[in-house]
């Protein structure tokens, strides 16, 4: 289990316990968390479930892919270097505590 | 004043995204969605991919949990048919009798599978794979099926055959035409795919009819072609593609041609009614203004959107860059633009080692690219196509040109 706490746009603050296996965007969608799109619904397709980590927190994130890498390259708000797809951040204990900030837009 | 009252007929990523928008947007009068299906609204591309596999079950198929629905005041109504609008009176009958009043109503009504008219179609063990329902019952056979036989080459049946071959099942594929995805692909592209197919083990029978289906107590036993060749069947899937579901608009004196004509702000002939999504026919920006309809996820959200801000009193034509994607065993197409029609093409990237792109020109035009285990050509491209500005042919297949930095110089 990861407890993941979202940071909307506007600063509004959720903290979720996620199960292992569950993905950042999932948990978010489920939970009625604003902000996350997943238009692809979780293929890595889309890039409309942009999120920003915290800066100091990019190795609890997981090692970013590829696929990941270069679908980045398309987000609707722009890219920084902690933006991740919340599709691809899977829970797992090593995620505990994670923060992510949700962009102004999605699409 | 709250505002009217919008009824959206059908409750798939058209239907879902509308009545999503309109809250997220502020929309305070009531949203009436109505489902002919039993189930929460869900997203239907993983049906055919993770879904039927087994990877993921029922719950990361919805779009959102039951809650969503009462927290956004959107009256979620399961099992309702629309059959008929009442223009003048703005009212919707559903199939139990019962009328609701609409100030606006949305037609997303979606495509339903195309059943060709051959002997042996009622059999038992003759599956579709688009609704879930169709495709829980596609997956329980699948574990037990022997022979397999595909009728349509295109992305549905291939995503299937990908799956029923990582069960190691026998999968033989008829298409009439003479290659796979035909009608979205460049030749390049659809070869590529023929062969990943075939090394997977898949056998094709391409420019092959099918004279019947044969049974044999009431169930499917073999597929007859009309060169006389007989397939062993026990399970056969039709996906020849589909019809859209344009009946309850054609019935109301709305403008039909292969769907619902609508104009580029996503409106019929009636101001109160609109429709989005597979159903409906627009004048694509894409395509010089050609009506087209478009079967996509893309298409469906994004042409709940421009209604939504129609509705939110922002109109603005519908001017978004179509896009497309699939999943077939270990490759990932990703389409940007519309190909359609295309004389030219350029292949970016190495064909035999899997990972490349086609660079499809209409009249010299870039109109469309493909890409195939290429994630980055493709965000790429839909930057590229969505400002219009154009890479040439010879630039197109120089490994050397930096496609990434005409992109981002290019869409300033």
Redesign the interface.
Known sequence: MARVTYISHDGKETTLDIADGTTVMQAAVFNGIDGITAECGGSCMCATCHVYVQEDQMAKAGRMGADEDAMLEGTASPRQPNSRLSCQLTASPAMDGLIVRLPETQT | MAREPVIIVGASHAGFQLAASLR?QGYDGAIAMLSDEPLLPY?R??LS?DYLSGKIGL??LL???E??YE?QRIDYLTGARAVSIDRAGRTVRLATGERLNYGHLVLATGARNRVPPLPGIELDGVCYLRSHAETGDLRDRLAVAQNIVVIGAGFIGLEFAAVARAKDKPVRIVELTERAMGRVLSVTGSHFFAEAHRAAGVEFHFSESVARIGGNNGRVDHVALGSGARLPADLVLISIGVVPNSELAGDAGLAVANGIVVDEELSTADPAISAIGDCAVFPNRHMNGTPTRLEA??NA??HA?CVANRLMDEAHPYTALPWF?S?QGPI?L?IAGLTTGHDQTVARGNVESGEFSVFCYRGGELVGIESVN???D???A??LLTSGRQVSPAEAADPSFDL?AAAAARRA
């Open positions: 997220q997203q591309p993983p991919k719950d990361l779009m959102r949990p809650a969503f927290d996820v893309q959200a994004d959107r994607w999943e990932r990703q290429r994630p980055a493709h965000m790429q839909r930057r990434r």
